[in-house]
């Protein structure tokens, strides 16, 4: 697809334009510790594994209501039962209702996450040469907050989220919900994120223009358009 048709371009939030700091296991763990869990490397590794086996059990983060409390309880019902899996597979402990209350909301404060260190200096060099920029993610309301806390909001024309448009990456349709935002055609959009499936299929069976972005240099991208990090994203768009 010509990437000189573009008129929008949008971004997967977490590995893309931020990442947990450490790992899952080292929040999770900082947290429980209280509550007698041991912290370990081991302990961090298995934590690690059974957050990415419940992840990716867990249905899509998609919800039948419309009312914006009743919205937030869907979603914390959906990581408690998240969080509840990974505790399950490597040892329950007393007390985990409190807990997971805590790492909860630490996940909605900034100081959980930590910008790519290239993001904020692509996203203004792209709008000063005048493109859209927009968020296409499968992350819950509380990003509202996080994208604020992190100074990353005032960037984007447009933020679409899996609850609040009623469908989930990889389904054509949050793709199309993120579109009607711009007014624009898929062929005039790319959509730029870490995940092959979810971002890269995703976008392209939605008709945009795709870019995996392979941080880690696996080569999971083969055959399709792939950069290392964000910083080679304006070069391969001129």
């Given amino acids: 697809m010509p990437m000189t048709r573009i008129k929008?371009?949008?971004f997967d939030a977490v590995g893309t334009l931020f990442h947990v700091k450490g790992s899952v296991g080292d929040v999770y763990l900082r947290y429980a510790e209280k509550y007698g869990v041991?912290?370990?490397?081991?302990?961090?590794t298995k934590v690690n594994q059974a957050f990415k086996d419940a992840f990716r059990q867990a249905p899509p983060p998609i919800f039948a209501v419309e009312q914006p409390e009743k919205l937030k309880q869907c979603e914390r019902l959906w990581w408690f039962d998240i969080?509840?899996?990974?505790?399950?597979?490597v040892g329950m402990f007393e007390g985990f209702d409190d807990y997971f209350d805590e790492v909860y909301a630490a996940f909605g404060r900034a100081d959980a996450w930590e910008i790519y260190s290239e993001v904020p200096e692509v996203l203004q060099q792209l709008r000063s040469q005048g493109y859209e920029l927009g968020v296409i993610s499968n992350f819950d309301t509380r990003f509202f907050e996080v994208v604020r806390a992190l100074g990353l909001e005032r960037f984007f024309d447009s933020i679409t989220i899996s609850s609040l448009a009623g469908s989930a990456k990889p389904s054509p349709k949050i793709f199309r919900h993120a579109l009607d935002q711009h007014v624009v055609e898929p062929?005039?959009?790319?959509?730029?994120?870490?995940?092959?499936?979810?971002?890269?299929?995703g976008a392209t069976n939605a008709n945009l223009a795709g870019v995996l972005l392979d941080r880690e240099g696996t080569g999971k991208g083969g055959a399709i358009p792939c950069i290392a990090n964000?910083?080679?994203l304006p070069s391969m768009l001129r």
Avoid: I, N, T
């Fill in 38 to 44: 041991p912290r370990s490397v081991e302990m961090v």
């Fill in 187 to 201: 062929e005039e959009a790319l959509h730029v994120g870490d995940d092959p499936k979810e971002d890269f299929e």
């Fill in 230 to 232: 964000m910083g080679e």
């Fill in 8 to 10: 929008v371009v949008f």
């Fill in 83 to 89: 969080v509840h899996a990974v505790f399950y597979r």
